[in-house]
Nanobody
Framework: QVQLVEAGGGLVQAGGSLRLACAAS????????YGWYRQAPGKQREFVAT???????NYADSVKGRFTISRDNAKNTVYLQMNSLNPEDTAVYYC?????????WGQGTRVTVSS
């Protein structure tokens, strides 16, 4: 089993910044990629960013240039630095990991951006 614990969500004004963190624990051997997804009220969950153990990153067009994903492999922790936030970024953000062929999800952390 793998547990994912997320932190860093909260309320921020438009133009502000937040940094999310997601730490994996338990049977972490074999983790090869981390990702962030988000789900806004009334909408489906969408891709935000991913990073693999080689440091290769991928971003949704909506967050390119504003968000940065990074990983500390030794700590099995992934981060999402979010800058220039706007109300459209308001959502529950979910941490995701790939371990071999299995996928795990965190419980989500809420980000609210006020105008």
């Amino acid at each position: 089993q793998v547990q994912l614990v997320e932190a860093g969500g909260g309320l921020v004004q438009a133009g502000g910044s937040l940094r999310l963190a997601c730490a994996a624990s338990g049977n972490t051997f074999g983790i090869n990629a981390y990702g962030w997804y988000r789900q806004a009220p009334g909408k489906q969950r969408e891709f935000v960013a991913t990073i693999n153990n080689a440091g290769i990153t991928n971003y949704a067009d909506s967050v390119k240039g504003r968000f940065t994903i990074s990983r500390d492999n030794a700590k099995n922790t992934v981060y999402l630095q979010m800058n220039s936030l706007n109300p459209e970024d308001t959502a529950v953000y979910y941490c995701n990991i790939n371990r071999f062929t299995a996928t795990y999800w965190g419980q989500g952390t809420r980000v609210t951006v006020s105008s």
